[in-house]
């Protein structure tokens, strides 16, 4: 039962991305909705991963002691939307 409830709910977002062209595969998600982060992340500069100057903030995974270090690097702006529509989608 809790299956079909999931299926149900996800067959709404599955319809919606076959009418985007390129969206029928997972390669194809990976490639647009990364692409359509990194070009948001880029474009809009948000202040969690990016200087003021516009440079890109180091990981705190790699620099814990810098105190200009984030917990969202410039990176995942791209790289979250592409497993999530790609992978877990």
Request: proline share 9%; glycine share 12%.
């Amino acid at each position: 039962m809790a299956e079909e409830m999931v299926e149900a709910a996800l067959t709404p977002i599955e319809e919606a991305l076959l009418c985007i062209p390129g969206c029928s595969g997972p390669l194809g998600r990976v490639a647009i909705f990364g692409g359509a982060g990194a070009a948001f992340a880029y474009g809009v500069k948000p202040s969690i991963s990016f200087e003021a100057d516009g440079t890109a903030k180091p990981w705190i995974l790699f620099d814990p002691t810098n105190a200009r270090s984030t917990l969202f690097p410039h990176w995942m702006w791209g790289v979250l939307p592409a497993v999530i529509f790609g992978v877990l989608i």
